[in-house]
């Protein structure tokens, strides 16, 4: 049960797009249409952003989009807000019948 | 609207044990399956275990396997995490949270309640 990869941080400026991405194996990530996004403000519940690699919640921005190639799935953000400074992580569904997080990547909006 | 409530959490010795409990609100547990998560001191999140809808399918990290049970009591819509022989490494915030139903993931959090083991 290694945790999935992702960066440890990504910055961008207001108004840019950045990409977080998150690779795992084909025991995960590269099997099961189950990759999933999150939110977190340190202190709140962390918060859906996306399922089943490329589904949206509703309520959530459309700004917040996924993707997936291979065994590496991708969260990209548009339009960059300052509020969207936080920490962002995947999860997988994965063969074993468990789940496994990314080691979560930290956004700075310079 | 959908509500958990994490509590039980403090300070624990090596070795003893602890419950930790959630409380459900806006739904049932018996509908939807339950997971615990953790998040260690400046680290990442952890899932750590999981519990079907029907209280079957039980799983759990291998970090915790042989010393933390997932269970619920479907009267006080309320699902619990035992947990013996903690560890040092097992300080951490830890969140109760729901699965979304079909989509193998966790769609509601609580805010967490916080266990440290020294």
């Known amino acids: 049960q290694s945790a999935l990869t992702q960066p440890a941080s990504v910055s961008g400026s207001p108004g840019q797009s950045i990409t977080i991405s998150c690779t795992g194996t084909s025991s995960d990530v590269g099997t099961y249409n189950y990759v999933s996004w999150y939110q977190h403000h340190s202190g709140k519940a962390p918060k859906l952003l996306i399922y089943g690699v490329i589904g949206r919640p509703s309520g959530v921005s459309s700004r917040f989009s996924g993707s997936r190639s291979g065994d590496t799935a991708s969260l990209t953000i548009s339009g960059l807000q300052p509020e969207d400074e936080a920490d962002y992580y995947c999860?997988?569904?994965?063969?074993?019948?468990?789940?496994?997080f990314g080691g979560g990547t930290k956004v700075t909006v310079l | 609207q959908v509500q958990l409530v994490e509590s039980g959490g403090g300070v624990v010795q090596p070795g003893r044990s602890l419950r930790l409990s959630c409380a459900a609100s806006?739904?049932?547990?018996?509908?939807?399956?339950m997971h615990w998560v953790r998040q260690a001191p400046g680290k990442g999140l952890e899932w750590v275990a999981h519990?079907?809808?029907?209280?079957?399918?039980?799983h759990y990290a291998d970090s915790v396997k042989g010393r933390f049970t997932i269970s619920r009591e479907t009267s006080e819509n309320t699902v619990f995490l035992h947990m013996n022989s903690l560890r040092v490494e097992d300080t951490a915030v830890y969140f109760c949270?729901?699965?979304?139903?079909?989509?193998?993931?966790?769609?509601?959090w609580g805010r967490g309640t916080l266990v440290t083991v020294s």
């Open positions: 806006g739904f049932t547990v018996t509908t939807y399956g």
């Open positions: 999860i997988s569904y994965t063969r074993s019948s468990t789940w496994v």
């Open positions: 949270a729901r699965d979304f139903s079909g989509q193998w993931t966790i769609d509601y």
């Open positions: 519990v079907g809808y029907n209280g079957d399918n039980l």
